[in-house]
């Protein structure tokens, strides 16, 4: 499975940005999907989550209520709707998936920053 994200760049805080993540591959394997970030002298942390179909949802309570995770599994693509952008959600934005066997797919990120 290989995954390319999309979709990121520069924006004012209180601002928006959508990321999306193309996935190819042998898409049949990927069960969840989900989006995680790095800032600069931090580790990276999950994000948000979704499940195969979009049945269920995860979010880190730091983004619950202004980031929405979608999936469309005919495109093969999760999309990540950022709101009310903080400062501190700057940070290169990571694709995964989880695959039902064989190791996990990470893409190359996208670097979001956030301006006061």
């Known amino acids: 499975v290989q995954l390319a994200e999309s979709g990121g760049g520069l924006v004012q805080a209180g601002g928006s940005l959508r990321l999306s993540c193309a996935a190819s591959?042998?898409?049949?394997?990927?069960?969840?999907m989900g989006w995680y970030r790095q800032a600069p002298g931090k580790q990276r942390e999950l994000v948000a989550t979704?499940?195969?179909?979009?049945?269920?949802?995860n979010y880190a309570d730091s983004v619950k209520g202004r980031f929405t995770i979608s999936r469309d599994d005919i495109k093969n693509t999760v999309y990540l709707q950022m709101n009310s952008l903080k400062p501190e959600d700057t940070a290169v934005y990571y694709c995964?998936?989880?695959?039902?066997?064989?190791?996990?797919?990470w893409g190359t990120g996208t670097q979001v920053t956030v301006s006061s």
């Open positions: 591959g042998s898409t049949f394997m990927i069960n969840f």
């Open positions: 995964h998936a989880q695959t039902r066997a064989g190791p996990d797919a």
């Open positions: 979704i499940t195969s179909g979009g049945g269920s949802t």
